[in-house]
């Protein structure tokens, strides 16, 4: 039953995308993150996985990060999509709710798809360093990542609330990931904050024997800085086995939740090719998760209640939602017809403890 209803199911959906072989390709763009970064690893899984099959041809766009997209999103011609990290979105809807007219033209017509996963706080330092924790990073030097980037918001949100004041400004280093990384090492900055998935390529693809010569400071979960942490950011894991080749043991530390972002488009042409691309991520969602970056595995197709001020893209959460019920109703058939499927022979015991009929 599950397999004739599926069958049907992705059988319609290549239908469509077979329609569209010969059909010129819509191009659109999505902006990410950094070149070695999980947000374009994301973006160009989409553009393969998602964007292809619906007849898309997504376009993915390297950027600073979250805060860039969302004025891109918002102002460049041909982006349609963007990753954003949740505590970015939830700035500029705050600045906007307090009279911030940029931030209000910015962020008010944006619209979520759908949330997708956790983006790990690596707090580094040099590996002969005294700093043990998060709270030993009060009054140091420190990089925050590029202007325009959602690891400078984190960075600089995760220090306020840790210790109740700003970055002193002489003390703040706006540098890419891999120069904040260099300047550590020469000792021109004593801690570089980096927001990414793991396992992340910026640490991965590093010369090894320069990356031993850092070190990750853990959130300590009882130290009242990460408590006051906690009321933005989650607990997390950096695995050991995400950096086989630098970190020996698993590593507390908190996170950053990333969202899939598109436009309030109107535009018939545009909002038939947007439900196409979502019905095309349904219908391709394991694929993702089987040949994506290994985050996708901690990705769920579902689509939680949102906080107050954020609102999903009318068009395409009726297909997710459509999508996600067709899904619901083939495997709850599928269990029941398991439940009720006749056992060949039983013994008495069995039938006595109602095993089978």
């Known amino acids: 039953m599950l397999k004739r209803l599926l069958a049907g199911w992705l059988g319609l959906a290549l239908l469509v995308a077979s329609s569209l072989v010969c059909a010129e390709p819509t191009h659109y763009k999505i902006v990410t993150g950094p ?3 999980t947000y374009i690893q994301f973006g160009q899984d989409l553009s393969k996985w998602v964007a292809q099959p619906a007849g898309i041809d997504l376009e993915v766009m390297a950027s600073k990060g979250s805060a860039e997209n969302v004025q891109r999103m918002r ?12 505590d970015v979105y939830q700035a500029y809807i705050d600045m906007a709710n307090a009279g911030n007219a940029d931030a209000g033209t910015a962020i008010r017509p944006l619209r979520l798809i759908m949330p997708l996963y956790d983006e790990e706080i690596n ?3 040099r590996a002969d360093s005294p700093m043990k924790t998060f709270a030993d990073i009060k009054d140091k030097t420190i990089s925050v990542g590029l202007l325009g980037s959602g ?3 984190s960075a600089t949100t995760l ?16 540098l890419s990931n891999e120069d904040a990384l260099a300047a550590l090492i020469v000792k021109k900055v004593d801690v570089a904050i980096i927001v990414v998935g793991q396992p992340a390529k910026l640490f991965n693809d590093m010369n090894p024997e320069l990356l031993n010569q850092l070190r990750l400071l853990r959130a300590d979960p009882n130290a009242p800085e990460t408590l006051r942490a906690k ?3 989650f607990p997390a894991t950096i695995r050991a086995t995400s950096y086989p080749t630098w970190i020996k043991e698993d590593t507390p530390t908190l996170t950053v939740k990333a969202f899939l972002v598109t436009y309030d488009y109107g535009l018939r042409d545009t909002v038939v090719n947007l439900n196409r691309f979502a019905d095309s991520l349904c219908a391709n969602f394991d694929n993702l998760q089987e040949h994506g970056h290994p985050k996708w595995k901690q990705v769920k ?3 939680p209640t949102l906080v107050r001020g954020w609102k999903y893209y009318s068009p395409v959460e009726k297909h997710l939602r459509a999508c996600l019920t067709n899904k619901s109703a083939a495997m709850n058939a599928a ?3 398991a439940v009720q499927k006749p056992r060949a022979t039983c013994t008495d015991q069995e039938r006595l403890l109602l095993l089978c009929k």
């Open 159 to 174: 220090y306020h609330l840790m210790f109740g004041q700003s970055i002193p400004e002489q003390n703040i280093q706006h």
């Open 151 to 153: 690891t400078a918001q």
């Open 335 to 337: 269990a029941a017809q």
């Open 75 to 86: 102002f460049e011609s041909g982006v349609k999509l963007a990753l954003v990290q949740s």
């Open 123 to 125: 707090v580094v330092v």
């Open 301 to 303: 197709l579902e689509l």
């Open 35 to 37: 070149e070695r970064g």
């Open 231 to 233: 009321q933005t950011y």
